[in-house]
């Protein structure tokens, strides 16, 4: 009588399980893990259900719930490899498949909404059944509901441009944000996520219609951004996941994936803030890499763009975007006029020539404007036309550096000692606060020779020593940069 009894009640209240949860299936995936691999499976309201020999279909194979497993009378129950016979997840995108409990999920590259948590981390919702799913730092296995509630569309600010894969140089992968709206946005202490978290740094602002790029020299040691399968997202400073996009197969090397217009449609419609797979990425299409430039569904030819300028540190630095996208490309030459932009490629001073796609410390006297021209030039010795994507003139305040007031920085206080130095010079700068900094030095060209620094470090004041002994003499100059600011150093080297 008393198995009768409790067969009885358990049929009710899985009937019970059944009724107020229609239409609704009694069972979901609360919460689950890739590394390690475990699911929670969720029941409201709780009952007590024998699952021996359930199957869960995964990339890697069935999976087999083991003999003698119930969903306990909490109702929430974790399963792994320690209940489940064969169970593992592929840590980029999977499916999890388990037909008898009516329950279907894909995430990563496999799914559109779901998010494929870092190691040791899970993803995990705010309600039961519905699409606010986010990461979870603190896993809980068996204890539902810790997540925060996913913030689609409540941002201006979205990623823009991914870049995972280049053939024209080296670290040239990127991650682009956009900011949409009329006005700066704060964006510190943000994060971009992939395979690791970026933490952007305190005090960065993104200007209105501007971009913030995460440039492959910064990406953590873990990050990942592979090219045949991966997945971005965007959390804001409360950890909320506010923009996401990812691929399922390699488009090709040197395609970006872009954003047409730039920052997608004008609707906050979630569906337009999401992709996971090629058939699934509604805003994301591809691209020529076009990193700080305008977003174009059609090559441009033989043309650079995007130029683009700042006074930071008391000197000119200048941006481009090469046309990488043509085999036939060769070099890019900057020419300078303090009269008018220079028409020609022999028009004015050439202060550079090189595949590079920046030009920095380049000295103005204050009250004076420089106009800048960057022609590209074919291997056959052909030029671009120019127009105004890459003339910009840049104009030196008396004061010698910028007001930067409105874009505060973390950073100050670089100096160099000794200076003129022969073989090694130290050169020491101070941090407000904490935060990730890039500590670099340039020729007198304006190319890289140098990164002395480059991740996250405490407030204070910092030392880094630089041995100049594989470089020729001449003048360099050091730059520190926290991302939304920057100061530079002119030093002398002298053998």
Known sequence: MRKIILMALTLLAAGFCMAISNPLPPYSISEYSTSPPWIELYCDPFYDSLLSGVVIHTMGGDAVIDSGVVVPLEGVLVLDSGNTSGFTLNSEGDSIVIPELFVEIAYGCMGAYSVPPLPNESAAWSYRHNASLNFCLAPSPGDWGHAAECLWGQTQVVINEVNS???????????????????????????????????????????????????????????????????????????HLVDQTGWSSNHGDDVSFMRFPNGGPDTMSFDDYTGFSDETSICFSDGFPSRGAPNRYQSPGLRIIGIRADTLGGYANIYWTNPIWLTVFDQAILRKSMIEFPRTPFDGDLIFEGREQEYLFDQITPGQTAYYTVFARSGCGDYSIPDSECQISVYMPLVGIEDEGTLPGNISLLECYPNPFNSSATISYSLQGSGRIELTIHNIAGQRVATLASGGLSAGRHRTVWDASGVSSGVYFARLSDGNRSLGLKITLLK
Do not use: K
Request: aromatic share 14%.
């Open 165 to 239: 894969t280049c053939t024209w140089g080296t670290e040239c992968r990127f991650v682009e944000l956009f900011n949409r709206s009329a006005s700066p946005v704060d964006i510190s202490d943000w994060q971009i996520v992939c395979n690791d978290r970026y933490y952007i740094p305190s005090s960065t602002y993104i200007p209105a219609g501007g971009h913030y790029i995460l440039d492959e020299r910064l990406f953590p040691s873990d990050f990942g951004l592979s090219p045949n399968c991966d997945n971005v997202y965007l959390l804001d400073g409360s950890e």
